[in-house]
């Protein structure tokens, strides 16, 4: 009995000294969405990371416009989507060894699709890509590229013949498409493989709490790059 209380005691303890994190984050099912009881697979790796510490993570889903007006002011503390500039003041917390492979994705046609043939090509993208060097090569090759919200609504454009390919990954095309109600095997990924997505979050080393995050996540193990 004595110990039950004592466990009780050290639990409300914990419970109020625990500090709350806001974390940004996009909708792209299903690695993050606010339609999920969990989430998303992302949140779920993040929650894991933090389990049994003194920070509390506070997942709110914004649109693109609102997560990058909060990334340039500098008012955030975690973000799954990454700052179009990443500096020596932001760190990457790499949260899975898996990554996400970026393909291109057309109507299905008989002929291979290699994923070169660029020149004057519409590509819907996400905004979390705006950085990817893989995009710039795009416009360098002379593709236009349509900034969307979600891989349903690139696919949807696709559908429409609005845009010629969408840039994504296999899993996010697949979940669309079954929203869409559409046959994922009508579609057609491209044999180059344009970048691995690593599952992330962005650390804002000028938060408040960044310290405590950091030295909470090297204790467990978790990889941190810097820029």
């Not at 606010?34 to 049994?52: C, P």
């Not at 845009?163 to 296999?170: L, S, T």
């Not at 498409?177 to 180059?192: E, G, V, Y």
């Amino acid at each position: 009995m004595y110990q039950i209380i004592v466990g009780l005691l050290c639990c409300c303890i914990f419970t109020s000294q625990a500090q709350d994190i806001d974390v940004i984050a996009f909708e792209y099912p299903p690695y993050l969405t606010q339609y999920s009881a969990d989430q998303g697979e992302a949140v779920v790796l993040l929650q894991r990371a933090f389990a049994y510490s003194a920070l509390n993570t506070n997942v709110k889903f914004v649109n693109s416009t609102t997560a990058q007006k909060q990334l340039n002011s500098n008012n955030w503390c975690l973000s799954f989507l990454p700052p179009k500039k990443p500096s020596a003041l932001h760190l990457q917390v790499i949260l899975a060894d898996k990554t996400i492979p970026l393909m291109l994705f057309r109507l299905a046609e008989p002929h291979v699709f290699i994923g070169n043939e660029l020149k004057d090509k519409v590509i819907a993208h996400l905004p979390i890509s705006l950085e990817d060097r893989k995009i710039r090569s795009f416009v360098d090759a002379e593709a236009k590229l349509q900034l969307v919200e979600t891989i349903e609504q690139g696919l949807s454009l696709l559908l429409e013949q609005k845009v010629d390919y969408v840039y994504g990954d296999q899993q996010g095309i697949n979940f669309a498409a079954n929203k869409l109600n559409f046959p994922a095997m009508l579609l057609q990924d491209s044999a180059m493989v344009f970048y691995q997505f690593p599952m992330a979050v962005w650390l804002n080393a000028q938060c408040k709490n960044a310290e405590a995050i950091k030295s909470h996540l090297t204790e467990k193990k978790y990889q941190i790059k810097s820029f």
